[in-house]
C-alpha cells in the first residue's frame, strides 16, 4: 500500500536534527508519564534541553509534535494492513496477521495512539490529518472486499466502501478502549475483531483455529 507518511512539522526534518529528536524524544517520554492535557510545551522544551523557541521553529503547536512521532505508528499500520493484500496467505490468514501486527505496534505505543486521539479532538489540522490517515486505508481495502466478492470467495454484501470504514472504526474503538496491564482482555479482543473482520467479509462462522489453508471460506451454515 502506498502512504503519505509526512506530518505538518515547520522545518522538513532531516537526519542527524539534534534538536528535533530530542523534542520528540521528550514527548514520547512525557506522555509514557501523563496524558497530553497535562503536558505544556515548556514541559516539553526543558525535558528535551531546548528553548521555548527551538520547539516553534519545528512545530506550530503541541498537536503537529504529537503528529510527527505519529508518523511512527501510521507506518506500522501500513506494515499490518499490507497483508490483506498478500495473495499468497489464505483470507482468515491475512485478517489475523493484519490484527496480530496492530495490536503489536498499540502495544508497545498505546501512549502514543491515545494522545494522537486525544489530540484530533482539538486540533483541526491533526482531525484533517487523521481523517486523511483514515481515508488511505479504506480505498485499498475495499478494493480488497471487491476483489474477493468478484473472486467468489467473498459473498455480496453492504457496500464496500462503507463496510471498510465501518471496521476500520470498530478497530480503532477497540484500540483507544484497552488497558495494557490486561492481557488476557487484548488478547480476547485481537480474537474478536480477527472473528468479526472474517466474518463480516466472508459470510462464514469457520472455526478461527481453521487456519484456512488454501480453502476459501464456507458458507454460513
Given at each position: 500500500?502506498?502512504r503519505?507518511s509526512?506530518?505538518?512539522?515547520?522545518?522538513?526534518p532531516?537526519?542527524?536534527?539534534?534538536?528535533?529528536v530530542?523534542?520528540?524524544?521528550?514527548?514520547?517520554?512525557?506522555?509514557r508519564?501523563g496524558?497530553?492535557?497535562?503536558?505544556?510545551?515548556?514541559?516539553?522544551?526543558?525535558r528535551?534541553?531546548?528553548?521555548?523557541?527551538?520547539?516553534?521553529?519545528?512545530f506550530?503547536?503541541?498537536?503537529?509534535?504529537?503528529?510527527?512521532?505519529?508518523?511512527?505508528?501510521?507506518?506500522?499500520?501500513?506494515?499490518?494492513?499490507?497483508?490483506?493484500?498478500?495473495?499468497?496467505?489464505?483470507?482468515?490468514?491475512?485478517?489475523?496477521?493484519?490484527?496480530e501486527?496492530m495490536?503489536?505496534?498499540w502495544?508497545?505505543?498505546?501512549?502514543?495512539y491515545?494522545?494522537?486521539?486525544e489530540?484530533?479532538?482539538?486540533?483541526?489540522?491533526?482531525?484533517?490529518?487523521?481523517?486523511?490517515?483514515?481515508?488511505?486505508?479504506?480505498?485499498?481495502?475495499?478494493?480488497?472486499?471487491?476483489?474477493?466478492?468478484?473472486?467468489?470467495?467473498?459473498p455480496?454484501g453492504?457496500?464496500?466502501?462503507?463496510l471498510?470504514?465501518?471496521?476500520?472504526?470498530?478497530?480503532?474503538?477497540?484500540?483507544?478502549?484497552?488497558?495494557?496491564?490486561?492481557?488476557?482482555?487484548?488478547?480476547?479482543?485481537?480474537?474478536?475483531?480477527?472473528a468479526?473482520?472474517?466474518r463480516?467479509?466472508?459470510?462464514?462462522?469457520?472455526?478461527?483455529?481453521?487456519?484456512?489453508?488454501?480453502?476459501?471460506?464456507?458458507?454460513?451454515?
Open positions: 500500500m502506498s503519505r509526512d506530518v505538518f512539522d515547520r522545518r522538513t532531516y537526519q542527524g536534527d539534534i534538536r528535533r530530542a523534542l520528540l524524544r521528550a514527548l514520547d517520554e512525557l506522555l508519564e496524558d497530553l492535557d497535562s503536558i505544556a510545551i515548556a514541559d516539553i522544551s526543558a528535551a534541553g531546548v528553548t521555548r523557541s527551538a520547539f516553534y521553529f519545528y506550530e503547536n503541541k498537536a503537529a509534535c504529537v503528529a510527527a512521532l505519529g508518523s511512527q505508528l501510521y507506518r506500522k499500520a501500513i506494515a499490518a494492513a499490507d497483508h490483506l493484500l498478500d495473495e499468497e496467505m489464505a483470507p482468515l490468514q491475512r485478517i489475523r496477521a493484519m490484527t501486527d495490536f503489536a505496534a502495544e508497545g505505543q498505546h501512549h502514543l491515545r494522545a494522537t486521539l489530540a484530533s479532538r482539538t486540533s483541526s489540522a491533526l482531525r484533517e490529518m487523521w481523517d486523511t490517515y483514515r481515508e488511505s486505508f479504506v480505498e485499498p481495502i475495499t478494493a480488497m472486499i471487491e476483489r474477493e466478492r468478484l473472486s467468489g470467495r467473498a455480496a453492504p457496500d464496500s466502501a462503507t471498510a470504514a465501518v471496521l476500520l472504526d470498530l478497530s480503532d474503538r477497540t484500540l483507544e478502549r484497552l488497558n495494557p496491564d490486561d492481557q488476557p482482555a487484548t488478547r480476547r479482543h485481537a480474537d474478536t475483531l480477527v468479526i473482520w472474517y463480516t467479509i466472508y459470510g462464514t462462522v469457520e472455526s478461527l483455529d481453521n487456519q484456512d489453508h488454501g480453502a476459501g471460506p464456507g458458507p454460513i451454515a
